[in-house]
RNA sequence: CGGGGCGUAGCGCAGUCUGGUAGCGCACCACACUGGGGGUGUGGUGGUCGCAGGUUCAAAUCCUGCCGUCCCGACCA
């Protein structure tokens, strides 16, 4: 590719409303443009890396046995009111009509049209394993787009749906997609790790999130410090902790005035958050009040709390008035003592003895307070968000936690939909089942960003090799000028396109520092200069874009070294 | 959905308080110089000042409504 006839777009200042280093380099570098908020064109530049991404992705699930299908972008309601989703998916989904007013809707992923898919193609149990993938754009009506193409409400997304007999031809598929997408993101240079997820919204069994690490990350991931375990903390399990029960001191009230939040108790009466409770109150799937404890310094899981039997879902906190109503005190004076509600504490909370809590009387706390003695009723859970330094939930070591930008996400779906949408298959013993199916996701376009953020620095982006849009760049200086350099660069650039580079060669008539800058800031892995200068030692310079210094290479030899350097 | 900021040339911004000829930098075009790290000079192109209504002799500027966009919040008792 020759630069004077490839639109190289890019600019010096950063606009306004570019947050992350990622979305800057990507609008400096001219790779997208946005359209409107969470939707961007991809410039010739920037598709050239996304296809690099959709590549190597396509290789690897092709090598993992799978199938490539398109599917609809555009979905008929039926189908997502038949498996239940029509209603439960709310305002992200972007719905429309046709002119025929019938209801449709943008495709923000594909479980319904597949296994409408495999339910009329697949009638016998012979024909699975089946693992179907396609390479596609989604729309999802995020609230909050933000950081460019990392959350954007138009991305391209790889997904894949596996269809099997059962549960253990479901549970092989899935272990190979989960070595499928290692190799994935081994192959595009990423520092990922994978992570056990909770299966969300889709709903299922198992799942596993791979995610690139990154301060950037919209995600916390707990990490063992000594062993390979790494979770969500959406997920991750908190212990309870080891506790010695105190001597039992008589429970006493006191006068609160103004003290509306744990911190303020710490900071006015010199109760530790660590030896306090907090009661929170949510809304059960009946409507009634459910009141959590924690220990003061620690955070509701909110996950984990519409896991419990009983609770709404989504969780709802409850409204003040309500509380008010069934307690008598209103929020910063509320405690387990004396409340006739369920009440679920957390493990840790659970442990405390003599702590202080809320007196369901306004402005008062009590002090000395202790389970059984002073409240009887009360049921134990995992409520809370594990933090750092805790116990690792594997047993050994500590929780350590990092951000991480998901990239991929495989689930374990059962029969959830094959079960609401009649998808079955005749068994060997021909009795009608339901398919178990496996959904495995890749962000293609979220990865672009992702790598941005892990691979820069302050002149630009560096691409990992698979992904690079040009492994090398030729940088003839004064091409219009000196024959020799033009003969040189155009023998050379013809040398490596023969030999199968993705050679590019800026041929535009801009000043040499323009053309480094530029070819600094597009993250071009190899450059190579081709001066006057060096000619004359009968050398070209080659520097790689992390190198602090150019390499002096035979141009006799240049062609085989670049090749080398590329492939190896 | 709640709170706040912003909307003036492709991009970054000033001008708005205090109404009176729409500006600056980058980019772009032309010419000259320059020619191994975003170079210099001269001359240019480009704007319904987000939209609609109102006040006024006169509105980018004041008033009302709407739209767009960005940030924060929606997790604490």
């Known amino acids: 590719m020759r630069f004077s006839n490839f639109p190289i777009s890019t600019t010096k200042e950063t606009p306004a409303d570019a947050e992350v280093i990622s979305h800057q380099l990507m609008l400096r570098a001219g790779l997208i443009k946005r359209i409107a908020a969470g939707i961007y064109t991809w410039m010739p530049l920037g598709l050239k890396v996304v296809r690099n991404v959709e590549r190597v992705v396509r290789e690897e699930m092709e090598n993992a046995g799978a199938v490539e299908v398109a599917m609809p972008v555009v979905q008929p309601a039926e189908l997502w009111q038949e498996s239940g989703r029509w209603e439960q998916y709310g305002p992200e989904l972007a719905r429309l009509k046709d002119r025929h007013e019938r209801d449709f809707c943008l495709g923000p992923t594909h479980e319904e049209v597949i296994t ?42 790889k997904d894949a749906y596996s269809f099997h007999e059962d549960h253990a031809s479901l549970e092989k598929t899935y272990w190979r997609m989960h070595e499928a997408y290692s190799t994935i993101f081994d192959r595009l240079g990423l520092d990922y790790r994978p992570v056990e997820a909770d299966t969300g919204s889709i709903g299922g069994s198992h799942s596993h999130e791979f995610h690139v690490l990154a301060d950037s990350g919209e995600d916390d991931i707990a990490f063992s410090t000594e062993s390979d375990f790494a979770a969500n903390v959406e997920l991750a399990e908190a212990l309870t902790p080891d506790a010695v029960p105190a001597e039992p001191e008589p429970m006493t009230m006191f006068d609160t005035p103004d003290t509306k939040t744990i911190d303020a108790l710490e900071k006015k009466y010199g109760v530790a958050a660590s030896a306090s409770i907090k009661t929170l109150f949510v809304e059960g799937e009946d409507g009634e009040l459910v009141a959590l404890v924690l220990r003061g310094d620690h955070q509701l899981n909110q996950i984990k709390a519409e896991k419990l039997p009983g609770m709404s879902q989504p969780l709802k906190m409850a409204q003040e008035e309500a509380v008010k109503a069934a307690t008598g005190a209103s929020f910063g004076s509320l405690g387990p003592v004396g409340l006739d509600a369920r009440i679920v504490v957390d493990r840790a909370a659970s442990v405390l003895s003599n702590f202080v809590c809320g007196a369901n009387e306004d402005d008062k706390h009590l002090r000395g307070v202790n389970w059984h003695r002073d409240i009887n009723t009360f049921e134990v859970a995992d409520l809370r968000t594990v933090a750092a330094g805790d116990p690792s939930p594997c047993g050994k070591g500590q929780v350590e936690i990092k951000r991480g930008i998901e990239v991929g996400h495989i689930f374990q779906l059962g029969t959830k939909y094959s079960e609401a949408m009649r998808a079955e298959v005749l068994d060997q013993n021909g009795k009608s089942v339901p398919m178990s199916m496996g959904c495995y996701g890749i962000g293609i376009t979220r990865i672009v960003a992702a790598a941005i953020e892990q691979n820069n620095d302050e002149n ?27 003969e040189a660069t155009e023998a050379l650039y013809a040398d490596l396109k023969a030999r199968g580079v993705n050679v590019a060669m800026d041929d535009r008539k801009e000043r040499p520092g323009v053309k480094f ?40 030899d240049a062609a085989q070294h670049l090749a080398e350097r590329v492939s190896g």
């Open 116 to 157: 409408e898919l495999a339910k009329s193609e697949i009638k016998s149990y012979k024909r699975l394993p089946i693992n179907y993938f396609q390479i596609q754009t989604k729309f999802r009506d995020e609230i909050r787009p933000r950081f460019g193409v990392m959350r954007s409400r138009e991305f391209v997304m």
């Open 460 to 486: 630009g982006i560096i691409w990992p090799e698979a992904m690079a849009p040009f492994s090398v760049v030729l940088i003839p200086l004064g091409m219009d000028k000196s024959e020799n350099v033009a």
């Open 517 to 556: 800058a530029d070819c600094e800031l597009i993250g071009i892995p190899l450059r190579v200069t081709v001066g006057e200068r060096s000619l004359a030692d009968g050398v070209v310079e080659i520097q790689g874009r992390r190198e602090a210094e150019a390499t002096r290479v035979a141009i006799v």
